[in-house]
């Protein structure tokens, strides 16, 4: 588990070797943001950028959108970025978070082998594809971390009638690893799973993989951004994080955003001006 006093020891040990003043001040954060913000790419294309602007070094703690806010909850973060906006209310109601800033939005896709024993590519309704996965029996791989993925894939199933921790079988593995160790073992075992768009056309090791359903407006996966308490968590260093909230909805945070793409796919869609996102 990564924790502040970790980062912060690491960050010290590098002044006191680099003969840095023993008395600089560190001017850095910690953002504890979601797998996809971080296996996408989408941060080292945007931290340089803000890193130039401001000083301000970002040091990332990338988790599931739960353990994020955890994280976030300990006071070991000055920043939570995710994307379960039900988990981020319950934050912000607890007195953990500041104010929440919507910031981006993609959505998710559902992943699945070409052979596609289900039969269900090129679907757009979403739930029935899942049924008819449940159906086939065809092999079905979950997060099962608490992140927003696995969160709106839970919602998924419940809006399609399925109490899925009721009614899974054998055909459905929880993993509780990360967006990327998910894709991987669908792939190794040509099973579907749901994806975030961004880290699926980030992700290189597609093999047998491709969409199998997507265009649901229920497949929507909006972005926050909160400031933690520092009146919960004393350490919290609330001007450097507020700065890099702000910039994250400036114009140009957004354009940044909106300008981040792999092979001419923009991966990200900036909407920091939609207050009820």
């Not at 929880?174 to 894709?183: E, K, N, T």
């Amino acid at each position: 588990m990564f924790t502040r006093r970790m980062l912060t020891a690491a960050a010290a040990a590098t002044v006191i070797l680099c003969g840095g003043p023993a008395l600089a001040q560190d001017k850095s954060i910690v953002v504890s943001s979601t797998t996809s913000t971080q296996d996408s790419g989408l941060f080292g294309h945007i931290l340089p950028l803000f890193k130039q602007k401001t000083g301000i070094e970002v040091k990332v703690i990338a988790q599931g959108t739960g353990q994020a806010l955890d994280t976030g909850r300990r006071g070991d973060a000055d920043v939570v970025f995710v994307h379960a906006k039900s988990a981020e209310e319950k934050f912000l109601a607890e007195g953990q978070g500041v104010k929440r800033y919507p910031v981006m939005y993609n959505d998710f896709v559902l992943i699945g082998p070409k052979s596609d024993p289900a039969r269900i590519k090129g679907m757009k309704d979403v739930g029935a594809a899942l049924k008819a996965i449940m159906a086939k029996n065809a092999p079905f791989i979950s997060r099962g971390d608490r992140s927003g993925t696995h969160i709106a894939e839970i919602n998924l199933w419940k809006a399609s009638g399925v109490d899925i921790e009721k009614e899974k079988g054998s055909w459905y593995k929880s993993i509780g690893q990360g967006m990327g160790a998910a894709l991987n073992t669908a792939g190794a075992s040509n099973a579907y799973v749901l994806s975030d768009r961004g880290t699926w056309i980030s992700f290189k090791n597609k093999g047998n993989l491709v969409i199998a359903a997507e265009g649901d407006k229920r497949l929507f996966n909006q972005y926050g951004v909160m400031l933690v308490n520092p009146e919960k968590h004393p350490n919290v260093r609330k001007d450097l994080g507020q700065q890099f909230i702000d910039w994250l909805v400036s114009p140009e945070g957004q354009k940044a955003i909106a300008n981040y793409k792999i092979n001419g796919a923009q991966l990200f869609y900036p909407n920091a001006n939609d207050h009820s996102a």
